[in-house]
């Protein structure tokens, strides 16, 4: 675990590569708007995973974008931020919010049960604000296997995500790449996804 010089756990895992990250999302022009295919494709992963949020989130340096988004409420303006305090995600959150960091910091999918079985992830402001209570995301590895940022939902209640969700986050986070690649690939960072 990281702790701060005065002994208090560190809850958002130290990024070093949010500045490479940054450059590569700029490079496949993405992580500052949202896309109606990245809506459409956080409804589908929230229906194919029965979850009340989903998100397509691309992390900064300093916030996290979701440029996919499925919440309970319609899904805000594509520059709206998240207003803590009032139970509505907005389309920017700050890093240390929300579990997705974590995951490009491990590059690897995280699936988290029950939030309040671990005091890292329990302490999240998201638990109080959103009422969230278990998390499962995936990270988008590109080619170099930088991870640029995630695919994943969450809810209200405890659940077993189980090798199941596991698996169906894994491969949505696998398709979504390889359409940002293929876009790549095409020379187009303007074509729909």
Known sequence: MTYEATGRLLLTPVDKQAPARVRRLRELGLGELSEPALDAFADRLARVLDAPYAMVNFIGEEQQFFAGLHTPQPAPPRDRAAEPG???????????????????????????????DFPRFAGNPVVDELGIRSYLGAPLLDRSGLALGTVCVADVRPRPWGHQGLDTIKSMAAELTGRIL???DEGNADAPL
Do not use: F, I, K, N
Not at 92 to 115: F, I, K, N, Q, S
């Open 86 to 116: 009032t139970g509505v995600v907005g389309r920017h959150m700050a890093r240390e919010r929300g579990y997705c960091p974590h995951v490009v910091v491990r590059g690897r999918a995280l699936a988290l049960e029950d939030v309040g």
């Open 182 to 184: 293929r876009r790549e």
